[in-house]
């Protein structure tokens, strides 16, 4: 069965701190990995990472994907009260458009 | 240009009622979401429609539920003699089928069975 594991599930910091999050998956056939922000109730798209190895940016968020390892890290640096959300991670597999979502990180940042 | 829009935005039913939620893609897009989130969880998928395919109805959790797509654009969540576990906010996404993971969600519809 598809599985995404997010860790830590929650984490709070003061502005300006660095924060890395993390996702582990298990996926037959592995598409891609994707990862979201939630602030309210709408999931906003952040980045699509399909290939390991390859850094994809933007702005203060970065993220980068381990295809051998299965895993992927989300960055974040000089955290801003605007970046506390629910991050959400998921993976696709080839087969269908079923994203399976792991349970998000909820990232609180404190002035 | 607008986004996807769901409604209604809540929703409160007794046991055993029937249910129907619905959702307006962005236009155009030909890929159709839905996905439950239940409370400090992430999102469950449903089923998925793409255009004239046959959808994927694979996150469907019992013969309860069912979807559909009417046209290419607005879709219905019908959920039968709904149960109090039902109880989630009903996510629907859309996306152009050739950038299929940017996904733009709507609101929401928060439902709750009492």
């Known amino acids: 069965e598809d599985k995404v594991v997010q860790s830590p599930l929650s984490l709070v910091v003061h502005e300006g701190d660095t924060v890395t999050l993390n996702c582990s998956y298990e996926?037959?056939?592995?598409?891609?990995l994707l990862w979201y922000k939630q602030e309210k109730k709408a999931p906003t798209f952040l980045f699509m990472l399909t290939s390991s190895g390859i850094e994809k940016k933007s702005g203060r968020l970065s993220s980068i994907l381990d295809k051998k390892e299965l895993f992927s890290i989300l960055n974040i640096t000089a955290t801003q009260t605007g970046d506390s959300a629910v991050y959400l991670c998921?993976?696709?597999?080839?087969?269908?458009?079923?994203?399976?979502f792991g349970p998000g990180t909820r990232l609180s940042v404190l002035p | 240009g607008a986004g996807v829009s769901q409604s209604p935005s809540n929703k409160v039913t007794e046991k055993g009622k029937d249910v129907e939620l619905r959702c307006d893609p962005i236009?155009?897009?030909?890929?159709l979401y839905w996905y439950r989130q239940s409370l400090g969880q992430g999102l469950e998928f449903l089923i998925y429609f793409q255009g004239n395919s046959a959808p994927d109805k694979s996150g469907l959790p019992s013969d309860r539920f069912s979807a559909e797509r009417t046209g290419g654009s607005v879709s219905t969540l019908t959920i039968q003699r709904t149960q109090q576990e039902d109880s989630a906010v009903y996510l629907c996404?859309?996306?152009?089928?050739?950038?299929?993971?940017?996904?733009?969600f709507g609101p929401g519809t928060r439902l709750t069975v009492t």
């Open positions: 998921a993976v696709v597999g080839n087969y269908g458009q079923n994203f399976v």
């Open positions: 996926v037959t056939n592995f598409r891609s």
């Open positions: 236009s155009g897009h030909t890929a």
């Open positions: 996404a859309s996306s152009l089928q050739r950038e299929w993971y940017e996904q733009y």
